[in-house]
């Protein structure tokens, strides 16, 4: 049997790295994305003020490798096309096709939780280009691929800032963007779901992730406003049945996906075939 591909954008750290490795204990070829190529690199503030954080490429598919799986490590930056037309022909010239892809790299600039008369409208740019624009790119790109196979599934990471009313949590720029975002699987599902490309958006809650602890230190916990915090490895074990299942198609399309609670809130036995 041929080996499925998936590709991951934002796999160096947090929910994606996980996600990577799940797939590939499962199987998958994971085609490992994100800007942060080696340990140490990682900046999530700016230039003039960097915070760094944990994580890479080589990082992810060292440990992929490690625990036995196939990866393939290529930069992909979501302000980029150039970049990812680079992941896309990388990943189908190395292996020839592409099943999955997760949708979970974002845009995360230092402005994206500021004030709307505070933002700068480059930020703006940024964050719509990040999001949404850039994330339809991708998108089609991995459609074009899947449609001539006849198959592939295309999976959203979903934050519930995009239908929360505002709180002082979030900013304009990033709830905004991610309400449009949530959009796209619809579009998807309603468009090729006749050429068997699934679409699916995801939900992880509040999550506690390696990057919250690097920039937060003993603060992360005070993130979630009250909200238990849920493990990666949840979310990851949805996605991958997503990915996978032949049960799968009738969520394609769906609202949101609780990602932590999913199988309990659908009588699903994970371990079933």
Known sequence: MTQKVAL????????????????????????VTGRTLREGEGNAGSADKPEWVPGSIEATVAEIRSGGGEALGVRLDLLDRASIDAAIDTTTDTFGRLDVLFNNGIYQGPELMLPIADFSMQAAEHSFRGIVINQVYVSRRAIAVMKPQGHGRIIFISALAAVATPNGGFGFLYGAAKAAYNRIHEFIHFEHAKDGILAFLVEPQFTMTDTMQARWGKQADQIGAGLPARRPEETAETVAWLALHPDAARFSGMPMINAPDFFAANAIDPRAE
């Open 8 to 31: 991951v954008t934002g796999a160096t750290r947090g929910i994606g790295r996980v996600v990577s490795l799940e797939l590939a204990r499962r199987g998958f070829r994971v085609v």
